[in-house]
């Protein structure tokens, strides 16, 4: 008697095919696909969330060309232009989990993380995923060439070898301080001196927030945006020792640069202690630093944006960076 019986199979991965991929939907990613679509190259942009996610937290903008002053309404119009950009497909929600390079093609395995309601809601957008795929799927992408533009992520204390705090402990970073959230007339304590402090106090320059600020030496330069404001007082310090956080505030020891020890109290704490590259897994050169220099790379993946270098990270270098990457990979093609 023949079997009859059926079999269980693994699902099949599909795999889609254009001419770049684009992993990332930042500024540097949303420059790729639109130059990629100005000579003619269809991409697919892969992006966990919505497109511009951090441009939305950054309230003041005063370092980029064409008027721009609010993070927000540019993060807006650039979302609207790559929607409306008819190449360029978009794969929102979904995450690129490895990346694999050889003489002919790249090769991306994608997940889907986030249905559309999570992806607009995590960037406060009404971007949503242009291809059905249920959650949890996976499939991958290939394509001559890609562009990854995958950025940075806050660094959180226990990560920072200046500062002794609970692995399990999780800071807000600071853009998430707003007047809203009460912070007007509260003291807080900042770990770190990153660029988002000079931000904050631009967007909400008639508030009284008293801001505390602990950071090591390799932070010193970046102070200079802020040590003039009256709301900040600056702490330079060997090492922090979270000694208490909760509802009812924090504590914080301070080892001095001189040695000397201090106590400190604030009624809230926020990380402003820097980012770390966010690369996905597989072909990509990492250095030291965990960031991918374009030169060290296979020859058909081209990084841009944050995760080229910590010293690259703006808005302008970052559309830069993604619009030459789109073109070397159209005039690489053309050889």
């Known amino acids: 008697m023949a079997e009859t019986a059926s079999r269980s199979r693994a699902p099949a991965v599909s795999t889609d095919t254009t001419d770049l991929i684009v992993v990332g939907g930042g500024p540097a990613g949303c420059a790729a696909a639109r130059t990629a679509a100005g000579v003619g190259m269809r991409t697919i942009l892969i992006e966990p969330d919505g497109l511009c996610r951090t441009l939305h937290r950054i309230p003041a903008l005063d370092n980029v060309l064409g008027g721009w002053t609010d993070g927000r309404v540019l993060a807006d119009s650039v979302a609207a232009e790559i929607r409306a950009t008819r190449l360029c497909r978009l794969e929102l929600g ?8 050889d003489d002919e093609r790249v090769t991306v395995t994608v997940t889907v ?47 920072a070898a200046w500062i002794t705090a609970p692995r399990e402990l999780r800071l807000p970073p600071l853009w998430r301080a707003d007047a809203a959230s009460g912070a007007a007339s509260r003291t807080l304590l900042v770990l770190g001196a990153d660029r988002p402090i ?9 508030t009284g927030t ?29 090492h922090v020792t979270l000694t208490r956080h909760g509802p009812d505030g924090v504590a914080a020891e301070l080892t001095c640069r001189d040695g000397r020890r201090r106590t400190v109290t604030a009624d809230v704490a926020y990380a402003s202690i820097g980012s770390a590259p966010t690369a996905p897994r597989g072909g990509l050169v990492r250095g030291g630093d965990g960031y991918c220099r374009p030169a060290d790379q ?3 993946l081209l990084v841009a944006g944050d995760l080229r270098a910590a010293r690259f990270q703006r808005i302008m270098t970052a559309m830069g960076s993604g619009s030459e990457a789109a073109l070397k990979a159209y005039y690489t093609s053309l050889t």
Do not use: M, N, W
């Not at 000079?198 to 008639?206: M, S, Y």
């Open 94 to 101: 979904s995450r690129v989990t490895d990346v694999h390079a």
């Open 113 to 159: 993380v986030a249905d559309a309601a999570h992806a607009a809601d995590a960037a406060d957008v009404t971007d949503t995923p242009c291809a059905p795929d249920t959650l949890g799927s996976t499939k991958t992408i290939t394509a001559p060439y890609a562009v990854i533009a995958t950025g940075v992520a806050p660094v959180q204390p226990a990560d």
């Open 198 to 206: 000079g931000t904050f106090l631009r967007a909400q320059p008639d």
């Open 210 to 238: 008293r801001l505390l600020v602990a950071y090591p030496g390799e932070d010193a330069y970046k102070t200079e945006e802020i040590r003039d404001d009256p709301r900040v007082t600056l702490l330079p310090v060997r």
């Open 298 to 300: 296979h020859p058909r």
